[in-house]
């Protein structure tokens, strides 16, 4: 009964975020062309592979262009990162600021891939390399699209604090624990959102 409700409430959310499911994609359409998704794949729920959906950010030739700029990267560990990241495009940077472009992996979780929350999936090539102790623990749950990881600092924080922020959720995962996760989550989208708005008015304004 459960499962069929939470089936019900996601579905319904889809259809509410549908004008701006087809806003977002009009922008990279207009601003960056096609495709409008990226689709990459990560390891989820005991190893399984599955594709993650999101919007596309980045110029298409993206993963070709990494190996040049590893000398940039601002994460530690196995994983790639660089906020400033010279393969954003104009309105791929304002969605990967805001955490706009992570909306289509709610239809991941329609499909059973993802939950709401869990530890963020990692890419295939970046999660064969972290530690065993982490990998097979993080595994044993369906990966999230919210997570406190998010919540602690993002990738400010080292990636081993990262792998135990995640352990800690597993061990401490309930009902209660992830609707206090939603709830913090969804105030620090906005304050996100709100803040990644102000900082492309501040650009246009220099500009």
Avoid: C
Wanted: charge should be positive.
């Amino acid at each position: 009964m459960f499962s069929i409700l939470k089936y019900l409430i996601l579905i319904l959310l889809i259809i509410v975020l549908l004008p701006v499911y087809l806003f977002l994609s009009f922008l990279v359409i207009l601003f960056s062309g096609y495709p409008v998704f990226y689709v990459q794949k990560r390891i989820g729920l005991n190893g399984k592979i599955f594709r993650i959906y999101k919007f596309r950010t980045m110029v298409k030739n993206a993963n070709k262009k990494q190996i040049k700029l590893k000398y940039l990267n601002e994460a530690n560990g196995p994983v790639f990162k660089i906020r400033n990241d010279p393969r954003l495009t104009k309105i791929g940077k304002f969605l990967s600021h805001s955490g706009l472009d992570e909306l289509p992996q709610l239809f991941n979780v329609l499909k059973g891939d993802m939950n709401l929350v869990g530890p963020r999936p990692l890419p295939v090539y970046e999660a064969k390399k972290i530690n065993k102790k982490y990998k097979f623990k993080r595994e044993k749950v369906r990966p999230g699209i919210l997570s406190p990881w998010i919540l602690g600092g993002y990738h400010r924080l080292l990636f081993d604090e990262w792998m135990k922020s995640d352990i800690a959720y597993i061990k401490s995962k309930s009902f209660i624990y992830d609707l206090k996760i939603i709830f913090k989550s969804v105030i620090f989208l906005i304050r996100l959102f709100l803040g990644t708005v102000k900082e492309s008015f501040g650009s246009l304004k220099l500009l």
